[in-house]
């Protein structure tokens, strides 16, 4: 495929976002209901943020009994470790955001993406990921960016360019992961197992590409993923019923 080709895919995959948000005008209660979700999630992880910001200079004081007596290099070392908790907790909660949004936002996002099927005509799948399984699958996400983001600051240590390069990919890794995330509810509803979502994703890169970027993107904005999120996910549903349109 021609760097053009490539270019209209994402492209294509993207413009499936901006699609979902057609949705509001439709059904604009159900939409707003799934604003709730990473609304919610954005306001637990703020207050923890918030909490441990008032809270850091006890930790670390009690972390470290044993400077107590070093004078100036004592407020050196727990000024730094402090810097290393909260930069620590803020780089947990950026990595975690994604997966507990979606457990959280199970139910309100399968009632978005079973409208979505009503209104594309043709039979509305029966099955649903369940509680657990949407636990266990957000569990899984959470674990797959904390290893992501571990790596990239390997990356990001190398001379000159680690940083660009450790930003660049994991923005691209992250919003793969969020796309075939949005992509599984409505086909695993479908019976799709893991080898079978991979066939009906395949030679579909690009597209599948462009839907998680925006989305992705969307969360580096404040109260971003909180109107996207509804968007993406009515858009995902519809890109997925594409995907199984072209198997053979």
């Known amino acids: 495929m021609t760097g053009t080709g490539a270019d209209s895919g994402v492209l294509q995959g993207a413009a499936y976002v901006a699609r979902g948000f057609g949705m509001w005008r439709r059904r604009p209660g159900l939409m707003l209901l799934g604003m709730l979700p990473a609304l919610l999630v954005l306001l637990l992880v703020g207050a923890a943020l918030v909490t441990l910001l008032f809270l850091v200079d006890d930790l670390v004081t009690w972390l470290t009994p044993f400077a107590d007596g070093w004078g100036t290099w004592r407020d050196v070392l727990r000024v730094g470790l402090a810097v290393l908790v909260v930069g620590g907790a803020v780089f947990l909660a950026s990595v975690t955001f994604t997966g507990l949004t979606l457990a959280v936002g199970d139910p309100f996002y399968e009632r978005i993406w079973r409208a979505t099927e009503e209104e594309l005509g043709g039979p509305v799948p029966e099955g649903g ?79 599948v590409l462009g839907l998680g970027l925006v989305t992705q993107a969307a969360f580096l904005v404040p109260l971003g993923a909180v109107l996207v999120m509804p968007a993406a996910v009515v858009g995902a549903t519809m890109l997925a019923r594409e995907l199984l349109e072209d198997q053979p």
């Not at 000159?160 to 390069?165: M, T």
Request: net charge positive; no cysteine.
């Open 129 to 207: 990921l369940g509680l657990w399984r949407g636990l266990r699958d957000a569990a899984v996400l959470a674990a797959y960016g904390l290893a992501v983001g571990a790596t990239l600051l390997v990356v990001g240590m190398l001379p000159l360019v680690g940083a660009v390069v450790g930003a660049t990919l994991g923005f691209a890794v992250s919003a793969r992961l969020l796309a075939g995330e949005l992509l599984g509810r409505p086909l695993e509803a479908r019976g799709l197992d893991r080898t079978a979502r991979r066939q009906a994703l395949r030679g579909h890169g690009r597209s």
